[in-house]
């Protein structure tokens, strides 16, 4: 038996703990917490009577009264030692978030019970903290960590946990119940939605479950034709919390997938909101689509694809508006469509792309002098026509790999005589599209400022996807069934919607929340009398971490066993 505390968050926002006599019972297998008795609120706790009560279970074992002081050594008797120490600070703060944010409700609302609630959890953790495969999430969550509520964990369990995930998420139902429960407790107004996709691959199976998920997905577009690749889509707010996750097999055309996410969106009933979408995803059917329905939309138009369209709006002259010291905005009418379109001009962006272009021009000259000279000296030198052939050949090499070269071989054009110069029209044009980069919106509302801040918030936005690539898909992905894959991609977008909402909180990045948390250990210490989990005092910082995240720290003792 052992004590232990719950908790729950009232409407106000404040938090209430309630203290229970608990004890562990394995059914069928697995390990069940089951509350003997509930001591009532901590705030009004008869801590006198715990402690008569402590004070007449020594009496009836022969022990003496100790009289129960508030360190922890009198709790378990003499003879005290360590017997085990846990990290506690991190995944306590995660399962904070986790309750508060009613994400435990919307799950037990699709009928998972309290158990696989709590392997999920381990899972989502897991994915956030230390990121490795689900074995070694199982041994994680078992002997690594401290999960309230969850004493043991095996491989089985958590597959068991995803194939139940994905099998209620079928139709998104999980990630509809898990926003709007967030949205409603942030008071969220989903506005703009930010729209981008990332790639991933997967180790690819022998066996014959793995060679269909390969014949599923396609090849990977990182020339590993080796291994099947699954495109994730990801729509975020504006403040960058995720909103709903999509995975498409690695083959799927881009001009197929914003229709898709749109009318998913729409079925979700947030109301108006504007999308916004990138350069790849700004094709003119794609942009039709997203207007259906009174929609609008924020897109990032290509600049060097030769449209005419794009020529006459660059073309246009007119002054900017300042609205940051790095940016400037200036909208653009066009006769005959209704979309505004919007020049953005970074200074700063400008010179570093002036530098970085003349630093080429200086290389390129360089490199076509040195072929040059070392032409005209192997011709004058060498009157063996074999020789100068062999000679001719390796300069040709050498212009060959310059012209192939992936960033100097565009400011290169070829002249009738087969040599290579430098393309000085390229470099002019390039000049003019320094540190600029062209919006369109359909809205008529939106200000210019409005819509260059928007499309800013997708580009910082993109941080989340790098993140939810490197730190939670990990890469590659051993998984080779389909519905195995879209669970592992929804616990890392539950993990990515934890980490975002405590990033967003506390004003500073998850990496080092994680790392200040890693250091707060729930220490076992055992005595003649039975154990205790101590936790370990909590510094300022640490403090502040949890009550920016308005989640109650750890309990300075999380349990009592009397041995």
């Keep these: 038996m052992y004590l232990r505390t719950t908790q729950r968050r009232n409407r106000d926002g404040t938090v209430v703990r309630y203290v229970q006599l608990a004890h562990n019972r394995r059914v069928d297998g697995v390990t069940q917490a089951q509350v003997l008795l509930n001591l009532g609120r901590e705030d009004q706790l008869d801590r006198e009577g715990l402690r008569r009560l402590v004070s007449s279970i020594n009496r009836y074992l022969g022990e003496p009264d100790a009289g129960l002081p508030a360190d922890a050594a009198p709790l378990v008797g003499d003879g005290l030692r360590v017997t085990g120490s846990r990290p506690i600070g991190t995944v306590h703060l995660l399962d ?4 508060s944010l009613d994400v435990d409700a919307a799950l037990r609302s699709r009928r998972f019970t309290t158990n696989v609630e709590r392997v999920l959890f381990a899972l989502v ?3 956030a903290i230390d990121p490795m495969s689900k074995l070694s999430a199982a041994e994680w969550a078992t002997c690594d960590v401290a999960i309230d509520g969850l004493e043991v964990m095996d491989e089985d369990q958590a597959y068991r946990a995803m194939d139940l995930l994905v099998e209620a998420d079928a139709q998104a139902e999980v990630q509809e119940a898990v926003f709007f429960a967030v949205a409603d407790l942030l008071n969220l107004e989903v506005d703009l939605l930010l729209f ?12 014959e479950a793995g060679d269909e998920a390969f014949r599923r997905y396609g090849h990977s577009k990182d020339h590993r034709d080796d291994l099947p690749q699954v495109v994730i889509g990801l729509a975020v707010t504006k403040e960058g919390i995720p909103v709903r996750v999509w995975c498409w097999p690695g083959n799927t055309n881009d001009q197929a997938i914003l229709p898709e996410v749109k009318d998913d969106i729409r079925n979700w009933r947030l109301g108006r909101i504007i999308t916004v979408v990138d350069r790849g995803f700004s094709s003119a059917d794609n942009l039709a689509y997203l207007r259906r329905g009174g929609g609008h939309f924020i897109a990032g138009m290509r600049m060097r694809d030769g449209n005419p369209l794009t020529s006459q709006v660059l073309s246009r002259q007119g002054r900017y508006q300042q609205v940051r010291d790095n940016l400037r905005v200036k909208e653009i009418a066009v006769e005959g469509t209704d979309v505004r379109f919007i020049i953005c001009h970074n200074p700063e962006q400008a010179e570093r792309d002036r530098t970085r272009r003349e630093d080429a021009i200086t290389r390129l000259e360089a490199e076509l002098t040195r072929i040059k000279q070392a ?21 040709l090499k050498a212009e060959c790999a310059l012209r192939d070269h992936r960033s100097l071989g565009r400011w290169l054009r070829q002249s009738p005589s087969g040599r290579l110069l430098i393309d000085r029209a390229k470099i002019k044009a390039e000049a003019r599209l320094d540190g600029k980069y062209l919006l369109a919106t359909s809205d008529p509302h939106i200000s210019a400022e409005d819509t260059a801040l928007g499309y800013k918030n997708l580009l910082e936005a993109e941080r989340g996807f790098r993140d939810m690539k490197s730190a939670l898909l990990l890469r590659p992905v051993f998984h080779r069934l389909e519905h195995r894959i879209r ?13 975002r909402i405590a990033e967003r909180r506390t004003g500073t990045t998850w990496r080092r ?18 154990t205790a989990v101590h936790t370990t005092p909590l510094s300022t910082a640490q403090a502040d971490i949890f009550r920016h995240c308005q989640v109650v720290p750890p309990a300075a003792i999380t349990a009592l066993d009397p041995g």
């Design 487 to 499: 669970a592992h991609v929804l616990l890392c977008w539950l993990g990515l919607l934890l980490t």
């Design 125 to 127: 953790a897991n994915r």
């Design 196 to 207: 981008d996709t990332t790639s991933t691959y997967f180790e690819r199976d022998t066996e």
């Design 96 to 99: 904070g978030l986790w309750h």
């Design 513 to 530: 929340i994680a790392t200040d948390l890693g250091r707060v250990h729930a220490v076992s210490l055992t005595g003649s009398v039975g």
């Design 375 to 395: 032409r005209e000296r192997d011709r004058t030198k060498n009157a063996n026509d074999k020789v100068k052939q062999q000679a001719e050949a390796a300069h």
